[in-house]
DNA sequence: CTGATAGTGTTATGTTATAACATGTTATGA
DNA sequence: TCATAACATGTTATAACATAACACTATCAG
């Protein structure tokens, strides 16, 4: 059952998203990946990308590990953090360096680096594409060094966040 | 007793800074600023930032424990973190997330959004000038969210290491 | 002198992440 | 088919990073 997206005024960004096509998208686009590449999408890593795409916004490990004793698993901390990083290492995941949190990925389907955009108050999360957002990381002039990964972040406060208050 | 610049054949990058010159600059512009903002340049502030600027290398909070403890401070947490947030606050440290370490600053004078790059194997950090490396950084047409700031990490391997082994 | 502010110190604890090793399961190939 | 290698998960313990809460001192404005 898949969700049409309403029409909204707030910030763009954090809302140009249609998550109930996200989620359902995400896991097809998941276990072909994983077919196709012959990796095991196991019941444990099917569970923390759920959880992680299901919020979609920005978890602890040990959150992650909460909900994961929720629903019986084991939750102790290394489990988590091995299936985080080999959903990073495939690019579903990222790491929000400034949270200490991880994220299901937007577009699983681009090899990007990505860029994100980070309410302070909120802690909401936005993935934004290079292009679509306007930024442009053009790949620095720096000699013979091979970046291999970046990490873009932008914090701020959003929309919603602003007009709830004032600072 | 200022250290003249060798040449070198390494990764322009990491090298294209005079770091005696830096030593003695950095001091001074600090305590210029502090004089001028009516801050207190403290023993403590100054210690620690002299442990930064000397080594011009990231170290991690309780690695400056260690060496305040050796220098005659207490060096219970708080102490660093505290004087770190000080130090970042007017921007004279920047913390580098990829490596949970803090660097002193290259380029004090500016008020820059500062970008790293950082070789993974040797975990040598440059901070790179937007311009001078050829990274852009636009502004991002992202709808009332105002950025207050930017975290931009490069991560990869300098020329040095990528010359001693094949990965 | 009094109260406010800033700086430093201390104890305790919270949070995030990894090392090291054990167990089960599946695929491979002699 | 049996050894073995590779992978996935599980467990215990601990390392590494960070902050809360409160105490003490010094300085300074009123």
New binding site residues.
């Given amino acids: 059952m898949k969700k049409k997206r309403e029409g909204k005024t707030t910030s763009k960004i954090f809302d140009d998203h249609d998550h109930g096509m996200c989620f359902d998208d995400a896991i097809e686009q998941i276990e072909n990946y994983f077919l196709k590449k012959n990796?095991?999408f196991?019941?444990?890593?099917r569970k923390v990308f759920e959880i992680l795409i299901r919020d979609h916004k920005p978890l602890?490990?040990?959150e992650i590990l909460e909900a994961l004793g929720r629903d019986g698993?084991?939750s102790?901390?290394?489990?988590a953090?091995?299936?985080l990083?080999?959903l990073m290492e495939h690019g579903f995941v990222h790491?929000i360096q400034g949270l200490?949190a991880f994220i299901a990925c937007s577009n699983p389907n681009h090899s990007h680096s990505p860029a994100f955009v980070i309410c302070r108050k909120c802690e909401k999360v936005a993935e934004v594409d290079e292009k679509k957002s306007g930024i442009s990381f053009n790949s620095p002039n720096i000699d013979n060094f091979e970046v291999e990964k970046t990490t873009v972040e932008m914090t701020g406060v959003c929309t919603t966040c602003s007009r709830a208050a004032t600072i």
Same sequence: chains 1, 2.
């Fill in positions: 990796l095991q196991t019941p444990l890593r602890g490990a040990y698993f084991s102790s901390p290394p489990i953090y091995r299936v990083d080999f790491k200490n």
